[in-house]
């Protein structure tokens, strides 16, 4: 038919011309796009043949309140025929970036009072470092160099943001990365006690961290490694960045991920849910006390800004996320069926010997796998069960960077009971075929 000719058409000039962001180049060109979406709704994706799948991953952890809200294409479609964009460089503003900058830091822990808006989760990172960096030059202690991450850490792609990333892969791409980056074990505080004893405190600017790591696996940090975090920064004056990227917004059970753990950053990166992956929008909170330096400090121009920090038609949009957050009780939604989904995967934990493990909080959740010795399966069996779970009808993610043999699940935020039983259903008869 027309229709099958069209799809083919598009397959192959996929292949030849879209070159896809964190992809296999040989699996994309021998394969071609495995599916090529075309709508969405709550839950679900669909692609051009017609297959209908759950979006499990809520696309890339993003998607919090669903496909297809109305409500946001309105929002963004009244705020770009009014002014869809405008310069804030300098004194220039704008009204919805305004009442997204208080909106948001409302919402946060009380010392954290000023929002510089970026387009994503690399450059809000990017623009963290260097704050901090900044901000240690003017408070007269320009030795404060050197930013400290953690294994199994992603906080983005750019060179900053990949220079602290912790996943080998993704540092191996280039091999030649940003100076002054360091790196501990990402549960062990006597580590990094050790790191910056053996640096030097005074060269320390900051400690970045994933209040949970996610694309490392969904490493939840045990209960009292954030405060010990948090002291060990008051003892040295480093300052303390957390990635909320995936965790803000609601993604856990709660506004922000560090709010599980009682400890209030010195900055906070935001992006992803802010506007569920409606439009391109991210950021950085810092404290009162940072931005009270600034002013008070700073002679010259900030010289660090996006051309899209502060987009209108972006923090509209981000504005109306916010109130269907709040308006549909999302946020206790992902708590209560964050624990549904962990009961139920610990419930296949005790059927299926192959899982080792089951990680999770709120709306991230992970297993892991071994073979049938406790040994690692060689090859890892994670792949093949998204695979299957693919043509079953979920979306997933296999992740097995850092020798992890691991399934991660993300849904969003809007899930039902119901769509959850769905997930588990379908997630266990995908993980049958492989043993
Ligand atoms: N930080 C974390 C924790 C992330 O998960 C991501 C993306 O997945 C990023 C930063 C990078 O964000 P972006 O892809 O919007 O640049």
């Known amino acids: 038919t027309k229709k099958q000719v069209d799809i083919q058409r598009l397959e192959e000039l996929d292949k030849k011309h879209f070159l896809h962001p964190t992809t296999s180049i040989k699996e994309q060109q021998e394969a071609g796009p495995a599916f090529i979406f075309q709508t969405g709704k709550g839950i679900y994706l669909e692609d051009m043949k017609g297959t209908t799948l759950i979006d499990g991953m809520s696309s890339l952890w ?69 704050l901090a960096r900044h901000y240690w030059l003017l408070k007269g202690q320009p030795e404060r160099k050197k930013i400290i991450s953690r294994t199994k850490s992603y906080h983005g792609v750019s060179m900053g943001a990949t220079s602290a990333t912790g996943l080998q892969g993704f540092r191996e791409f280039t091999k030649s990365l940003a100076p002054d980056f360091h790196f501990v074990d990402h549960f062990d505080t006597g580590a990094l006690r050790r790191l910056i004893e ?50 803000g917004f609601g993604r856990t059970g709660k506004w922000f991920g560090m709010e599980h753990y009682g400890v209030i950053p010195d900055m906070m990166c935001f992006a992803k849910g802010i506007t569920s992956g409606y439009v391109q929008l991210g950021g950085v ?38 109130e269907l957050i709040e308006k549909e009780n999302l946020v ?8 549904q989904l962990l009961k139920s995967l610990e419930w296949i934990k005790s059927e299926r010997k192959i899982v080792s493990a089951v990680r999770g909080l709120g709306l991230m959740a992970a297993l892991d796998f071994v073979d049938q010795n406790q040994q690692p399966f060689q090859p890892p069996v994670s792949p093949f069960i998204f695979k299957e779970a693919a043509k079953l009808g979920l979306i997933c993610r296999a992740v097995t960077l850092n020798a992890q043999d691991t399934i991660v699940l993300a849904p969003p935020l809007i899930i039902s009971k119901e769509e959850t039983e769905k997930i588990i259903h379908i997630l266990k008869e995908a993980i049958k075929t492989v043993e």
């Open 62 to 130: 993003n998607v919090n309140v669903g496909h297809g809200r109305e409500e946001l294409a309105d929002a963004a479609k009244e705020q770009m025929a009014k002014l869809a964009f405008t310069s804030c460089f300098s004194t220039f503003s704008n009204e919805p970036a305004i009442l997204l900058a208080k909106k948001i830091t409302d919402l946060a822990p009380a010392p954290l009072t000023a929002v510089f808006f970026t387009s994503g989760g690399s450059e809000a990172n990017d623009t963290a470092y260097k």
């Open 198 to 247: 053996a640096e030097g405190p005074e060269t320390i600017a900051a400690i970045i961290a994933e209040p949970v790591q996610g694309a490392g696996g969904v490493h939840v940090a045990p209960k009292d490694y954030f405060k010990e975090v948090k002291d060990i920064c008051t003892q040295y004056g480093i300052l303390l960045i957390t990635d909320e990227v995936i965790t």
């Open 285 to 322: 909170m810092i404290s009162e006390q940072i931005h009270n330096d600034l002013k008070e400090l700073s002679s010259g121009t900030l010289l660090h800004g996006y051309t899209y920090s502060g987009h209108a038609m972006a923090c509209a949009v981000g504005l109306k996320n916010i």
């Open 332 to 339: 206790e939604n992902a708590r209560a069926r964050g624990e």
